[in-house]
């Protein structure tokens, strides 16, 4: 069964929180490989460092990867499949929300991530792409609001790094789009982990729906 995880972000140091670290132990085992899919697929140096950095908060939590690949420009179309049809996790990094969503449709990827089972991770731009309608705001990476077909892993729309009610622009913008949307603003440290038919919630996130908001109570 494949295991999809949303995060907004984590605190450099620290990494992974207790919740996520306990969920990771159980979908991912060490000796495997992870595939990193960048957002800002020509800045190698940007993308190589966040990848060390997230194979850290790996390592912390006990989990060893036998190899790991980014896929960036650096890397030929069948080069890309390849390493998707072949891993065992897959990371879709955060940065440029539509610039990563339109890498991945002009090298083919979208249907090889639609078509592939195991653990997938999203952070920021690419938890938010890996939703079935995806909403980049204009507070985001961008000037306007984008709403587009997604990767339709999750039927979860996210805001990723949400401060709370006090950040009105952020909200006023939410409030707008949840007239249509569903939409779950996430705080960083919060994390959104869906096995099978069964979401659970961990950290401070937000329901909007027609412009209301409520926070989503934790769940196991």
């Known amino acids: 069964m494949s295991a999809y995880y949303l995060f907004s972000d984590f605190d450099i140091d620290k990494g992974f929180t207790a919740d996520v670290r306990n969920n990771l132990l159980i979908d991912i085992k060490s000796d495997l490989k992870i595939v990193f899919i960048a957002s800002s697929p020509d800045c190698f140096e940007v993308t190589d460092k966040y990848a060390k950095r997230y194979l850290g908060w ?8 036998k190899s790991s690949k980014v896929i960036d420009n650096r890397m030929k179309k069948n080069e890309m499949l390849e390493h998707i049809r072949d891993t065992s996790v897959i990371f879709l990094m955060g940065g440029p929300t539509l610039i ?3 890498f991945l449709r002009k090298n083919e990827l979208l249907k090889a991530l639609k078509e592939y089972e195991g653990c997938v991770l999203g952070l920021s731009a690419g938890a938010i792409n890996m939703a079935k309608v995806a909403i980049c705001t204009a507070e985001g990476d961008q000037d306007k609001t984008e709403i587009y077909g997604g990767l339709n892993l999750v039927d979860i729309s996210i805001e990723p790094h949400f401060k709370g009610r006090g950040d009105e622009t952020n909200l006023n913008e939410l409030l707008k789009i949840s007239e249509e949307h569903d939409i779950y603003a996430m705080c960083d440290n919060g994390a959104i982990l869906c096995r099978g ?24």
Do not use: C, H, W
């Not at 790996?58 to 990867?65: A, K």
């Not at 038919?197 to 769940?219: M, P, Q, S």
């Open 58 to 65: 790996f390592s912390d939590i006990g989990i060893n990867f």
């Open 100 to 102: 990563q969503f339109d």
């Open 197 to 220: 038919n069964k979401a659970f919630f961990y950290g401070d996130i937000y329901l909007i729906t027609k412009r209301n908001i409520e926070k989503v109570a934790y769940k196991y």
